[in-house]
């Protein structure tokens, strides 16, 4: 037997959302539990991807099953196709297992012809509308499916409400139409060399396929992309009979939620217009009545549709979104859908439903997108002046927020000015490292260049500083101290605003809001910790950023890196020491400067996570990064270090590296210097001894070595660190419950995992990169070539956001499998930047992981998709 | 039962190298065999791993082995250590299972103690034998063993000489040893806080550990990581009774081979000294006489020794290299081992054993070291010549041979010198793409910079050039056309010869010998073909290397890149304007400039390769390679195409990357311009097409997509090409026999190379790419630091230069497993660097690729080496 491609919607139901789409699925599901649905036909997923399997071309197999479908449904509704009394009209629909609303195609009235036109003016008794009805028809049709331009329809309605001497389309008559009716079939056959399609069966099989084709229109494509929808998904095709609401006061159409998708109050929430079709609602012409009101003017009718929502919401368990229509005082219901709402209406919803026993404490950790608890924990734009505001440009929403001040174009000056009082906006070609101190001091960042995982976009999103990065249509002169948009020029101190969320640019001022923690959200919070399997840790280098993560619900730091706290200040001149050092001793004098600032760091750090885990990871980045490049700065630091410029700018040009991401970086650094290991080990230790003897605190540091490609390496260092911690514990007299692991970020290490076991008492898994090195992509350079690779369908994620599974996800397999063959106990974690992505978190959930580690503002989303991901598996 | 640590001669045998070291195998090989051999024992190389494992100390169940041991072997030789008749003495030898000549450390006469060396005086006769023994043995001792510096001895020596008016060591009598023992004894005293030790026992075992320890003296360490000998081994200690050669004119001390080590002519070779120990053999005091002419000194001994030497080549079936010592009128067998010889002699041996019927084709094959005939396909310095030079500085041996010629500093002035008919060394800091013609014209490349697989290496090698690389005791300046050593300032002009199989440089003109293939070197490569499973290809990008490459035996191309072509005076600027091109339509316009010159460049490669298979890579380095740096470069280019200055630096700047290894390159061009691939591919077709109808050659071009992680990637790419292809035919109604396929380099591709394969058709592997992102090392920086990776023993051999089969290898036997699983006749190959590392074809044989693809000059490498990995498995 065949495949079946088409199914009434009494045939199918709310299960079979992959096969009929969200839309078709919920038709099918509203026909079954009895409400008024106008009877119609589905065309399934199966048959959009056989549409392209067949090289865009839809077989005859599934034209007849069409075929057949549409003579039945005739059938169930006792109408015919071009009938010149009861003419038959359809919509067709695009419909697919996500939503993407607006992305594809469709078409209504179709079934129209020159008959069923005559047929629909005498049933509604309104030529008007009937002409009006068969003009767009052919126009939509026309821009749909055979893609003549909307404008040259245009052009023609101008010329015939000019030749009328009529201004507005409501003003024209129904002979108006008529003739504009026949200039458009005119203009169909001009275009296309043939006449308008009289056939309904026609007509169809094109609308069809024009929805199976607009699955890949560019649009489509990127929405998909950004929503992390497959490719090879396909769009199911809903084709289901007209019903009308424009056909006198007793008829109408309206949009309603069943609890208010703004803030989540229980309380029916909608908008309806009496005797118009529902483009009407949505085009904005005519204001459309609070639902409310029907109550008044249609009582029935609105207890009816009250019944049905509370029905449908029931049924779903979750507030719904749903579209009807009242044709002479009937009501029908056309779509309903589980409704978008906002954060706090998500978590209010979420929390009473379970308060109301419609569902259970999981089905509500469930029904919470983690990705869009991000709005609740940043600032944000007043609404109404966000919505008079118009963007300047628009770059990456790299970290989420909103943020306004005054512009400033180096990290010294922002600094300067933030110390002044000054709210500073921080705006940049690029970050780097040295700009640290400016970042911090900074309300909001933007640069011009860079992707989501470029400097200033990690150190961002880690911070909690509202950011919008690779911002291409600005131009910033930095030396110039000019940020010029295609209209204007900003200059330092200018005003500007920033929205990470959205990624947009403004030239003004606009008030911002501070975000609002309802009592939902501790308990939905409490609840997603009750579930959860995984530990969730955050990745902070200040006791400022382990407090706000303490703050979020963290349980210890999966990642302090420090070689942040080189940059300040007072610490970059003995780094910068340390590295042009001519021998050991040299080294030696500069890493006993560090020591005490180090230790400081690490002590502020431990007495904010008191008995928590605190992960310190050893110095990782190329030393080049600390040393100036400018000849002007070489020779300031020259004078400094008593060098002479040509000596140190020799040893910054003999540190430059082709590829300093493959470079002498991690814990190669410690291989040739051991000193700086010890260094850093005799920081992390001797804090600890302090804290614990003067707070009583248990501290619990764990060392982490970068970078580790072979075991024996990791052994070189880790006897280094092991030395210098026993070493100050029997000085000190005093026991520390201390660690070492690894990061497991490059290949081979997750090859030879179980050797590296042997020595490592955790794994961090580092996925950035990992992702880089088994990709072979450099992310500060990828997001030069990635958007060819979105737009020719060949990446769907961008594999810095989210964990690539097929790939390095098989890798993380091997390296959990192994490491666990060698150490059964051995603790594993993440600190990638993935460690706060929703879907990379249950990954790491059913690899075993014991903890993510992600930015502190990411944590309460860690908490929740943890949850997900246990309650899921 | 506990382990058997100790082995007396007569308990072992040569199949025990690993247990017992070379020297304790064939020690007691040679007594099972019947010769003469002063008798001991051997403790294992288990027991100096075990050593190490007890935190270096020998475990008092060695210890009760050895000292059972000695019993026995004072009972078997019959005589007693401290006796004042007979004393006792042995030399204590380290051996390990590889030879390290040399680098470990060595005691003789142990057993000597104030009665012993009476004893020995009294039955050599010869007090002042005896004592320059015994000061030699406290010297040796304490130098070895307590680590007490030699020069303190020497002063002693000094003063004593001084005291009696001597010069020559040889002028001291009996009576001054004497006092010089006691002073040495005093020293050893004053030192250590304890009397020289008398007991043997304790001697002994001091002296075993020593050698233990010696194992892992830095010279041993550096020589391991030379010669691939992996850490862990350890090595044996050999215990044996001393005889003396030095007891008269019916004693005497030599060595000999069995063959003419230097020619290979098969005839005893050799040299012996009458009345002296072995250390005069080597010491070169007295002229040693050649080993003829012990025939006529001593008839018996000469025809007993022949006789051995017979025998023992015919037991090892292969050249031996012996030392025997005469005591008294008896011959002793003191060592044997394989002989070292010369590569021309090594081919000679070689094939003479198998004419001799004394070893199989196969033995032949496994005979040569196949990196040794590298030495057999390149010019060399003459001996004379080059004995009597001094290098001036010493750099790594990047690529063989020997060239001399007059200084040159930029790749311009090279090639016009060259042109001028000079003989042409180019001195760069480091190379680049854009030095390719100066490359080609030089005789000879020095480089300061980068390592052996840096470019400069890489392409030396392909081309088969001489190259010294990262000669970093030697400051080049380009700007002031200097290179400074230490010594002396050379300039423009001046003479400089390299020797790039010894990483030598030399300051002038040493005259060259081309090579000169024997007979014997075509047999053996015919034998090699016999038994070989793999193809061997070559890596060759131009007619003349392709040539080359077919004269030393290659069987078809594995990589032809493309891009070299690019390089060239006449085509680099039609390049360039593809590069800044600003829309699609000036991009092909470039492109139709370059299409007949690529064209003609594989018309060429294919007329000399005829029916062979060539594969052919699409462009794969990143854009900015082919584009200047300096600002007067850009402004000439500038004006060349038309565009102001800042266009252009702007073009540069945005094409930019900070770390391009891991950039816009590889088939991700295609990806976004897949108007190169089509360029290219219609070349590739074209070409063949037209050689197919000129000459009739079934022309077989492979199209190898490079830097491939993940299948849809390559789909797309691929498309273009079979699109092209196929057009490519039907134009031109030939039939061409093209593959399209990929190279496996990105990790991922490893991964999912199911995937992959149903779209490739060969896979290549890419192992210095993939070497790379898997060890996260970028090779032009890992130079820097790998250093301390050799020194801290965590690497044995550079991963650029011989596979990493635990890691590398791992996902290569992955990439092989799945390919297979998809596409069972896939072809598989490899084309990185290691594709003529012995060792690595080894392992490609055992993962059951298909060929191997090196440069020019492996080929014949290769083939051996294919040989013996076939004849092994």
């Known amino acids: 037997m065949s495949r079946k491609y088409v199914y009434h919607f009494s045939e199918g139901d709310a299960t079979m959302r992959d096969l009929l789409g969200g839309k078709g699925a919920n038709l099918a599901e509203m026909t079954n539990i009895g409400l008024p649905v106008p009877q119609g036909f589905t065309v399934t997923t199966e048959a959009c991807t056989r549409y392209y399997e067949d090289g865009q071309n839809i077989s005859q197999e599934i034209v007849n099953q069409i075929d057949e479908a549409l003579l039945k449904l005739e059938e169930i509704v006792d109408k015919k196709f071009g009938d010149l009394d ?25 079934g129209l012809n020159d008959n069923a036109v005559e047929g629909l003016a005498k049933l509604t008794n309104n030529p008007r509308f009937a002409y009006d009805s068969y003009r767009r028809f052919i126009q939509m049709f026309s821009d749909v499916v055979v893609e003549i331009e909307k404008t040259k329809f245009d052009a023609i309605m101008d ?78 095709v809903n084709v289901q009979a007209m019903v009308f609401g424009n056909m006198g006061e007793d008829s ?78 009937k009501l029908y219901m056309l779509q309903t859908r589980s409704g978008k709402r906002t954060a706090a209406a998500a978590l209010k919803i979420a929390v009473d439903l379970v308060g109301e026993g419609l569902i259970t404490k999981e089905e509500a950790l469930l029904q919470i997108d983690p ?12 609404p109404k002046a966000l919505k008079a505001a118009i963007p300047i440009a628009k770059g990456l929403p790299a970290s989420p927020g909103a ?36 970042m911090y001091a900074a309300e909001g960042i933007l640069t011009s260049r860079g992707g989501m995982t470029s400097h200033a976009a990690v150190v961002a999103r880690g911070i909690g500083t509202c950011c919008v990065a690779g911002c291409s249509e600005i131009q910033i002169n930095e030396t110039n101290k000019t940020m010029v948009t295609s209209e204007k020029t900003y200059g330092e101190g200018d005003f500007i605003s920033l929205d990470g969320t959205a990624g947009n640019v403004y030239g003004e001022e606009l008030p911002t809001e501070d975000p609002q923690m309802t009592g939902d959200f501790a308990t939905l919070m409490g609840w997603a910790d ?41 610490r970059i001149p003995a780094i910068r020491e340390m590295i042009v050092a001519r021998n050991e001793e040299e080294r030696r004098k500069a ?181 880089q090195m088994t990709f072979g992509f450099s992310r500060d350079d990828a997001a030069k070539f990635l958007d060819d690779y979105y737009e020719k369908q060949i990446f769907e994620s961008d594999p810095f956001a989210r964990i690539d599974q097929k790939g390095v996800g098989k890798l993380m397999k091997m390296a959990v499998d192994l490491g666990k063959s060698a150490r059964p106990d051995i603790k594993l974690g993440i600190c990638g930047e993935h460690g706060g992505d929703p879907s990379s978190i249950e990954f790491c959930n059913s690899l075993g992981l014991d ?23």
Chains 1, 2 share one sequence.
């Open 86 to 110: 009861n003419p038959f009209l359809v919509s067709v629909r695009s419909g697919s297992r996500a939503s993407m609303p607006g992305m594809m195609d469709t078409v209504l009235n179709l």
């Open 159 to 236: 010329a015939v409400k000019e030749q009328n001497n009529i201004t507005e389309d409501s003003e024209m008559t129904a002979e108006n139409l008529k003739e504009l009716v026949k200039l458009y079939k005119d203009l169909y056959k001009e275009e296309k060399g043939e006449e308008f399609p009289q056939d309904a069966r026609k007509q169809l099989l094109a609308a069809v396929e024009a929805v199976f084709r607009s699955w890949n229109n560019p649009r489509a494509i990127v929405y998909r992309r950004m929503n992390d929808i497959p490719g090879d998904w396909g769009t199911a």
């Open 252 to 329: 109408g159409t309206g949009v309603a939620f069943t609890r208010n998708p703004a803030t989540g109050e229980n309380k029916l929430y909608g908008e309806y217009l009496i005797d118009a079709q529902g483009e009407d609602v949505v085009a904005g012409i005519r204001t459309p009545n609070p639902i409310d009101t029907l109550k008044e003017a249609m009582p029935e009718i609105y207890k009816q549709f009250a019944e049905y929502a509370l029905k449908l919401e029931k049924h779903y368990k979750d507030m719904q979104d749903m579209e009807f229509t009242i044709e002479r005082g």
């Open 371 to 382: 990705g869009q608890l991000d709005a609740l924990l940043h600032p944000a734009f007043e």
């Open 403 to 438: 943020a306004t001040g005054h512009i400033y174009f180096t990290a010294d000056a922002a600094a300067e000015a933030a110390k002044g009082g000054q709210k500073v906006i921080l705006v940049r070609q690029e970050t780097s490292p040295e700009d640290i101190e400016g």
């Open 530 to 570: 009750e579930f959860r399997r995984m530990g969730i840790r955050t990745n902070a280098d200040t006791p400022r950023d382990a407090k706000q993560a303490l703050d979020f619900g963290a349980e210890g730091i999966g990642l302090c890196r420090t070689e942040h706290m080189f940059f300040e200040e007072d």
């Open 591 to 771: 890493l006993s400067k560090l020591l005490p600032l180090q230790k400081a760091d690490f002590k502020g750090i431990y007495e904010v996570m008191e008995d928590r885990a605190v992960t310190i990871r050893l110095l990782d980045p190329p030393l080049h990064e600390f040393l100036p490049h400018g000849d002007a700065d070489i020779r300031a630091l020259a004078t400094d270090m008593g060098l002479t410029f040509d000596e140190l700018k020799g040893t910054i040009e003999g540190l430059q590296e082709a590829n300093p991401m493959l470079g002498h970086r991690g814990l190669r650094l410690a291989v040739t210097y051991p000193e700086i290991a010890e260094m850093q080990t005799r920081a992390i230790m001797e804090a600890a001894v302090e804290v614990i003897v003067e707070k009583g605190f248990n501290i619990l540091p764990e060392i982490m070595i970068p970078l580790v490609g072979e075991v024996k390496e990791l052994r070189y260092v880790k006897d280094v660190v092991v030395k210098t911690a026993e070493e100050v514990m029997k000085e000190k007299g005093v026991k520390v419950n201390y660690e070492v692991g690894t990061m497991i970020e490059v290949p081979r290490a997750t090859l030879l995992a179980d050797e590296i076991a042997t020595e490592a008492e955790f794994f961090s898994f580092g996925t950035n990169d990992l992702t």
């Open 851 to 873: 903890y993510v580690s992600c930015s502190p503002y990411r944590v309460p989303i860690a908490r929740l998709a943890a949850a997900q991901a246990a309650i899921r598996s």
